[in-house]
């Protein structure tokens, strides 16, 4: 790969990844008032309709090949288990304990199933990436005793990690058979029709009894936090590979916590900054070059 063209994607993912600790906050604030299913909906039918100038705008030709549907399905299949855990995980938990693990966990996992899967051999520097990462999440959490992680609420969020490591890896190789703005449009249709049926009965008009804050971050959340977010990650994974694109989402909490503190008026503390700056090593050293 061209030094300049990943260094572009690399550049993209950073932003991406500010998109994805914005979303945080975003659904925070969305959470206030309505059901969780009725959110959910908006939000994946929003990023649906916000696909369309995005496909419009760069003209790419619809080529569909047979071998997507695999991957189209089991996408959506994950989607829909990363969207029940990740329910049940807010529901019972803490936001911001899932915005750490998830995002800690996930790149992980990630590593893990590529070389387990592919067999694809992970330098010892990488290894040392990854040992960084969870421990800015462990820092970020301030757990006393290591049992906490994997206790209550954390136990889905875990499930949601290892579920976007799967998405991680199918988004890389659906390439070969499908451009990922399209895949990423598919998906979240699917998601919408979904969702739609799952949450037929609920008040899913009451969105428009919502105040402006209330838009301002579901526009957010389902255009820059998700189609934006998302596409961009889709993409970087077919150029940089699964598990280099998986290491940039150890930068999420950093920015989930810096969005917290400027919106929710979440206090940032001393273990913040440090498990943020273990987190963004750890992102330096996954993407550090092996030698040969």
């Known amino acids: 790969m061209h030094r300049l063209q990943e260094n572009h994607y690399t550049y993209l993912m950073v932003f991406a990844m500010l998109f994805w600790g914005g979303g945080w906050t975003a659904l925070k604030i969305l959470t206030y008032n309505l059901p969780m299913e009725v959110i959910i909906f908006w939000r994946f039918l929003i990023m649906s309709i916000a696909f369309i100038p995005f496909i419009y705008y760069f003209k790419i030709p619809f080529t569909f090949n047979a071998g997507a549907l695999k991957f189209i399905a089991a996408s959506s299949v994950l989607n829909m288990g990363f969207m029940v855990s990740s329910f049940y995980g807010i529901k019972y938990g803490l936001a911001g304990a899932g915005s750490v693990i998830i995002t800690s966990v996930s790149p992980v996992m990630t590593f893990l199933l590529a070389a387990l899967l592919f067999r694809k051999k992970i330098a010892l520097i990488h290894y040392f990436g990854l040992f960084l990462g969870l421990l800015g999440g ?98 970087a994974s077919g150029k940089l590979g699964s598990e280099k694109t998986s290491s940039f989402m150890f930068l999420v909490p950093v ?38």
């Open 255 to 292: 920015f989930a916590l810096f969005f917290a503190w400027l919106f929710l008026d979440e206090e940032i503390q001393t273990h913040i900054l440090i498990g943020g700056a273990v987190s963004m090593l750890a992102v330096y050293f996954i993407n550090t070059r092996r030698k040969t």
């Open 138 to 235: 462990y820092i970020l959490l301030q757990l006393s005793d290591l049992a906490l992680f994997f206790n209550g609420a954390n136990i889905y969020y875990i499930i949601c990690a290892t579920i976007w490591a799967g998405v991680t890896l199918l988004s890389q190789h659906s390439q070969k058979y499908i451009h990922p703005l399209y895949y990423s449009f598919i998906i979240s249709l699917i998601a919408t029709i979904s969702t739609f049926i799952y949450a037929f009965d609920a008040e899913l008009l009451a969105v428009f009894e919502q105040n402006t804050e209330f838009w301002i971050a579901m526009i957010y959340l389902g255009v820059f936090g998700q189609t934006v977010a998302t596409t961009i990650f889709f993409l």
